[in-house]
């Protein structure tokens, strides 16, 4: 993919980071948008500070990032924006403004994100937008998993996942028509660090999640980028648009 340039919305993140690290073998240059910046000496990988909380200034923020690096061949938003109250959103404390300002956060930035940027590649004529959903979009959460741990179910997050896959699916329609392609993937559970409660998940919420699964091992940010990396080449997926990868190990058959 040479000569190719990415921009990589939360590329700091645990699943952001696995996209850029890939994306930079494969000869392409990053540009990673987040609040904190991990790879500080990489050759082509760059860091822009990017603020999601403010949805109406996205369009300025993108602006100033394409202006210094040009318009992108590919944009991947592997973004997790959540407000102070997010580990609230359960069935005993969620309330009406908790739900508002998630919703607008995550939904409402990835949504407005991909809008604009599919107007910037206009330009070229050509691209490839792909945005980071869940299983959870598609199916709900099972409360036997939940069972005996200190997690419970997130009301909201079904919600917005499921939007940013409508969203792609009726964006993909317009764009198309201008080369542009848009997608989304949905990861099954990632091992690692709880987004809510900040700890390592819960062991037996683990054992009862892996039950659920053909593939007994949970996905990696490994399996996400190298969906990604397919989705972007636009010559091995010149046709596919509107459609959802999922990545779930089987716990959407079962």
């Not at 959870?136 to 998993?145: A, F, H, K, T």
């Not at 179910?153 to 499921?162: D, Q």
């Amino acid at each position: 993919m040479k000569n190719k340039t990415a921009f990589i919305i939360g590329g700091s993140g645990n699943i952001g980071l696995g996209i850029s690290k890939l994306f930079e073998k494969n000869n392409y240059k990053i540009i990673i948008l987040d609040k904190k910046n991990i790879l500080k000496k990489h050759k082509n990988i760059f860091f822009e500070n990017f603020e999601l909380s403010n949805i109406y200034q996205l369009e300025k923020n993108l602006k100033k990032i394409i202006k210094k690096y040009g318009i992108p061949d590919t944009l991947v938003n592997a973004s997790y924006p959540i407000s102070s109250n997010w580990k609230k959103l359960n069935l005993k404390e969620i309330k009406l403004k908790y739900f508002i300002e998630n919703v607008s956060l995550h939904l409402g930035s990835y949504y407005w994100i991909t809008k604009l940027m599919a107007d910037f590649m206009i330009k070229k004529k050509r691209g490839s937008i792909i945005m980071i959903s869940s299983i959870y979009g598609i199916v709900s959460q099972d409360p036997e998993v939940y069972k005996n741990t200190n997690l419970e179910p997130n009301l909201i997050y079904p919600i917005i996942k499921a939007g940013i896959n409508a969203g792609s699916k009726q964006l993909s329609c317009f764009y198309g028509l201008n080369n542009i392609r848009i997608n989304t993937i949905s990861p099954g559970g990632i091992d690692g660090i709880n987004k809510a409660s900040k700890l390592e998940l819960d062991s037996i919420f683990k054992k009862n999640y892996l039950k659920k699964l053909s593939i007994k091992r949970f996905c990696t940010p490994q399996d996400v980028a190298q969906a990604c990396l397919y989705l972007a080449d636009d010559k091995k997926s010149s046709y596919i648009t509107g459609q959802n990868i999922i990545l779930d190990g089987g716990y959407t058959v079962k």
